[in-house]
């Protein structure tokens, strides 16, 4: 499956944005989907992940829990994360992935890397 991440943009300090990940070519059925992120100098990082089933379960790295939420779109083929209260250090390139293996937290589990989205918070 191809993704397709966007919604990234300059915003201050304590404001928001939502960032949008859409599939092309089929849908995401049967994969979690997840968003990682990758700040200049630093290794990519979890940010969070949602999964395939309908009861949506979620999970997140817990320097953005309380701050952001992610969801899923299945009429629309999207996954969405909703960032509030944004920090100068979110401030990244954020991909969407996905995987089979619900949990885990390694990026070597996740596939369909695409470009990403770059997000700046200013102060």
């Known amino acids: 499956v191809q993704l397709q991440a966007s919604g990234g943009g300059l915003v201050q300090a304590g404001g928001w944005l939502r960032l949008s990940c859409t599939a092309s070519?089929?849908?995401?059925?049967?994969?979690?989907v997840a968003w990682f992120r990758q700040a200049p100098g630093k290794e990519r990082e979890f940010v969070a992940a949602v999964s395939w089933s309908s009861g949506g379960s979620t999970l997140y790295t817990p320097s953005v829990k309380g701050r952001f939420t992610i969801s899923r779109d299945s009429a629309k083929n999207t996954v969405y994360l909703q960032m509030n209260n944004l920090k100068p250090e979110d401030t990244a390139v954020y991909y969407c992935?996905?995987?089979?293996?619900?949990?885990?937290?390694?990026?070597?589990?996740?596939?369909?890397w695409g470009q990403g989205t770059l997000v700046t918070v200013s102060s």
């Open positions: 992935v996905t995987t089979t293996r619900w949990g885990t937290r390694d990026r070597a589990d996740f596939g369909s």
């Open positions: 070519g089929r849908p995401f059925g049967y994969y979690h």
